[in-house]
Nanobody, 126 residues
Framework: QVQVVESGGGSVQHGGSLRLSCAAS????????MGWFRQAPGKERDVVAA????????YYADSVKGRFTISRDNAKNTVYLQMNSLKPEDTAVYYC???????????????????WGQGTQVTVSS
């Protein structure tokens, strides 16, 4: 069983930055594709960014391209989401997820991920 734990959420003003961290258990973390998703009240859970097991392939939602960066440190079993130039519309609960199929490209659908964290709130005020 893989456990996924997010941290780093909080409140920030428009234009500010936050870095989310996601620690995943398991000896084969280096084989997991990892994704960050977010869900605002009354909306579906959407992909924000994803990274392949090797770190060589990444995906970003159009709404965050150029502002957010996903990265991973396999030695620490951790994936990060650096969020810059935050906007009020970025306000949501952010979830980290792991997919252990070692696909060359990271999945972008939430249905393709098997393990989820509990979520961390990000609030951006105007």
């Amino acid at each position: 069983q893989v456990q996924v734990v997010e941290s780093g959420g909080g409140s920030v003003q428009h234009g500010g930055s936050l870095r989310l961290s996601c620690a995943a258990s398991g000896r084969t973390f280096r084989r997991y594709a990892m994704g960050w998703f977010r869900q605002a009240p009354g909306k579906e859970r959407d992909v924000v960014a994803a990274i392949s097991w090797s770190g060589g392939n990444t995906y970003y939602a159009d709404s965050v391209k150029g502002r957010f960066t996903i990265s991973r440190d396999n030695a620490k079993n951790t994936v990060y989401l650096q969020m810059n130039s935050l906007k009020p519309e970025d306000t949501a609960v952010y979830y980290c997820a792991a997919d252990d199929r070692a696909s060359p490209l990271p999945p972008v659908s939430p249905y393709e991920y098997d393990y989820w964290g509990q979520g961390t709130q990000v609030t951006v005020s105007s």
